[in-house]
């Protein structure tokens, strides 16, 4: 079974501070991976995917598969990005993704 | 473009009462899928609908049922709401196909149960 473990619920930086969100998975085939934002009182949207390797609004992301990590990191944290973050992976038939728990970033002044 | 819209945003039951959450697309998606958001774990799958004519359990299916009455449209029944359904409901589209797609979702239903 296909699974998403974000290990920390809340996670507090200062700004300007580096951010790393951890993500790991566990799939036996060639995951699709994601990271998803719900900033407050906004709908959830998605930030970027491994597939693009692209990087959005600062944050990058790296699959790492000997690691099945999936880290979001950023190098300085704006105030604005205060928002709950999810991981997710996609597979398993029908466009499905399944999503990790959350970690809920904080960046104080 | 409305996007995906969800009706209603806010419900409250008493045990035992039944309601249907709605949500419907003007994107043209094939798959369209039902989400609950509860603290600590994350968003689960209800049920998710691949495409027009077709509806599949997710991963916490038990106590509801869905219809996906057109392409536009995917619906989420509550026969008989318990405690344990207070949830925030979300709604959620993609293209669908072979490749997975960004998911698009909509505002949310907030619906306590009491």
């Known amino acids: 079974a296909q699974r998403v473990t974000q290990p920390e619920k809340l996670l507090s930086v200062f700004k300007g501070a580096p951010v790393e969100l951890k993500c790991n998975y566990s799939y036996s085939g060639s995951p699709e991976l994601f990271w998803y934002v719900q900033y407050s009182r906004q709908r959830l949207q998605l930030l970027l995917r491994h597939i693009s390797r692209e990087s959005i609004k600062g944050f990058t992301a790296d699959l790492n598969k000997g690691e099945t990590s999936f880290h979001l990191k950023k190098p300085f944290a704006q105030e604005e990005d205060s928002a709950m973050y999810y991981c997710?992976?996609?597979?398993?038939?029908?466009?499905?993704?399944?999503f990790g728990t959350g970690t809920q970033l904080k960046v104080e002044l | 473009n409305a996007g995906v819209t969800q009706t209603p945003k806010f419900q409250v039951l008493k045990t035992g009462q039944s309601m249907t959450l709605q949500c419907a697309q003007d994107m043209n998606h094939n798959s369209m899928y039902w989400y609950r958001q509860d603290p600590g774990m994350g968003l689960r799958l209800i049920y998710y609908?691949?495409?027009?004519?077709?509806?599949d359990k997710g991963e916490v299916p038990n106590g509801y049922n869905v219809s996906r009455l057109n392409k536009r449209e995917f619906s989420l029944r509550l026969e008989s709401a318990a405690p344990s359904q207070t949830s925030v409901y979300f709604c959620a589209t993609a293209v669908g196909g072979a490749i997975i797609y960004e998911q698009y979702f909509g505002p949310g239903t907030r619906l306590t149960v009491t």
């Open positions: 997710a992976l996609g597979g398993g038939g029908g466009n499905k993704l399944t």
């Open positions: 609908s691949a495409s027009e004519g077709t509806t």
